[in-house]
Nanobody, 127 residues
């Protein structure tokens, strides 16, 4: 069984920064792609960023390119999302996710490609 636990969310002013962390437990971590998604009230969950199981490749939603950076530390079984130059439009609950099978799609960008989800952490960006 896989557990994912996000942390690092909070309230920040526009232009500020936050770093989200997601700690995984329960299985081998290094062979699974990881991703970040976000969901605002009344909206569908949307893709933010993903990182391959090797850590060598990343992919981002266009709106966060140049502002957000996803990374992973396999030794710590943790994935991070560094968020800079935050905008009010970034306000949402942020979820980390893990693929359900090892050596899967290198850069999954849809919710259907992930089987495990954290509880989410709230990020609120004020203007």
């Amino acid at each position: 069984q896989v557990r994912l636990a996000e942390s690092g969310g909070g309230l920040v002013q526009a232009g500020g920064s936050l770093r989200l962390s997601c700690a995984a437990s329960g299985r081998t971590f290094s062979t699974y792609a990881m991703g970040w998604f976000r969901q605002a009230p009344g909206k569908e969950r949307e893709f933010v960023a993903t990182i391959s199981w090797t850590g060598g490749s990343t992919y981002y939603q266009d709106s966060v390119k140049g502002r957000f950076t996803i990374s992973r530390d396999n030794a710590k079984k943790t994935v991070y999302l560094q968020m800079n130059s935050l905008k009010p439009e970034d306000t949402a609950v942020y979820y980390c996710a893990a693929e359900g099978s090892p050596y899967g799609a290198p850069l999954p960008a849809t919710t259907a490609e992930y089987d495990y989800w954290g509880q989410g952490t709230q990020v609120t960006v004020s203007s």
